[in-house]
């Protein structure tokens, strides 16, 4: 199939870091979790704490899902951590920039047994 190109396709994008009023949007996936099909998007502060993060504004967003009953702040304090697909040590007493969260990053993370609904999220 033939493709015919529109030209030049510049615009100014309206998601840059100056028009979040201080904050970063973030985007965080709890892996295995098929029930959400795509990460959730956050307009975050970057000082603001990732224990509070998750504890505050995840936790709640993902608490439909009825892995999020078994899952406690400590499970995904010692889950399996992504951020931008690199391997990431969480800490949790630390602000999202000093565990090196950027704008437009995105944080995923894996918590070993909690897989899904019915296991759903887990490798066959």
């Known amino acids: 199939m033939s493709v015919n190109s529109i030209g030049d396709y510049s615009f100014d994008s309206r998601d840059k870091l100056e028009n979040f009023h201080g904050a970063m949007l973030v985007f965080i ?37 009825p892995d999020s009953e078994k899952a406690t702040l400590e499970d995904f304090e ?17 602000s999202l920039a000093e565990n090196g969260v950027k704008h437009q990053s995105i944080l995923r993370v894996t918590i070993p047994g909690l897989d899904g609904l019915v296991g759903q999220g887990s490798a066959a």
């Open 78 to 94: 010692k889950g399996q951590w992504l951020l931008d697909n690199k391997p990431l040590q969480a800490d949790f007493t630390k």
């Open 29 to 65: 996936q709890w892996e295995q979790h098929l029930v959400y099909c795509a990460p959730f998007a956050f307009p975050l502060p970057p000082d603001m704490l990732l224990g509070d993060v998750m504890k505050n504004i995840v936790l709640p967003a993902y608490a439909y899902h």
